[in-house]
T-cell receptor
Framework: KQEVTQIPAALSVPEGENLVLNCSFTDSAIYNLQWFRQDPGKGLTSLLLIQSSQREQTSGRLNASLDKSSGRSTLYIAASQPGDSATYLCAVSGDYKLSFGAGTTVTVRA | DGGITQSPKYLFRKEGQNVTLSCEQNLNHDAMYWYRQDPGQGLRLIYYSQIVNDFQKGDIAEGYSVSREKKESFPLTVTSAQKNPTAFYLC?????????????FGQGTRLTVV
């Protein structure tokens, strides 16, 4: 059974600092990995999708890397802003479903 | 705009009552999913459907039922057999039922037992 872990559970940084969020998974036989953002009481917004054949994906200030062999992904957010405050979840794709981590809740202090 | 619409946003259930959560998508996606989210836990899969008129149980299907009569609709019924239904419910879709495609989510329904 795929287990997905996100550490730390919470993170607080001053505005302008770079954010590094970690995701690890136990079964390297994945099809893709997706990073999501969730605001309180809201649904999930897709940030980045990395196919299993890719090593990284970039969108604006966001960069995500994937090391399938070691079962790790890292989401980098450059020059954080208060608007980046949210919970970030990673999910790995198996045969028919996504397996989720519990998320990292980020607070960016102005 | 294409997307997934869940309704209602908030739902209250009395003991012994069945309630139905709506999920509609206009993305022309084949596959649809229902997840449950509890505080401090990752999302858990309840049911999924890869094509119309077909659906499969996920990891926590007990006490729930679904139907998939139309491509764009995948309603979830929380039955009285579900003993702890208070949670945040999220509907998702992917272009195909196969692995490797991007998942999109609705805004969720918060269900509370009163």
């Amino acid at each position: 059974k795929q287990e997905v872990t996100q550490i730390p559970a919470a993170l607080s940084v001053p505005e302008g600092e770079n954010l590094v969020l970690n995701c690890s998974f136990t079964d390297s036989a994945i099809y893709n990995l997706q990073w999501f953002r969730q605001d309180p009481g809201k649904g999930l917004t897709s940030l980045l999708l990395i196919q299993s054949s890719q090593r990284e994906q970039t969108s604006g200030r966001l960069n995500a890397s994937l090391d399938k062999s070691s079962g790790r992904s890292t989401l980098y957010i450059a020059a954080s802003q208060p608007g980046d405050s949210a919970t970030y979840l990673c999910a790995v794709s198996g045969d028919y479903k996504l397996s989720f981590g519990a998320g990292t809740t980020v607070t960016v202090r102005a | 705009d294409g997307g997934i619409t869940q309704s209602p946003k908030y739902l209250f259930r009395k003991e012994g009552q069945n309630v139905t959560l709506s999920c509609e998508q206009n993305l022309n996606h084949d596959a649809m999913y229902w997840y449950r989210q509890d505080p401090g836990q990752g999302l858990r899969l309840i049911y999924y459907s890869q094509i119309v008129n077909d659906f499969q149980k996920g990891d926590i299907a007990e006490g729930y039922s679904v139907s998939r009569e139309k491509k764009e609709s995948f309603p979830l019924t929380v039955t009285s057999a579900q003993k702890n239904p208070t949670a945040f419910y999220l509907c998702a879709s992917t272009r195909t039922g196969g692995a490797g495609t991007e998942a999109f989510f609705g805004q969720g329904t918060r269900l509370t037992v009163v």
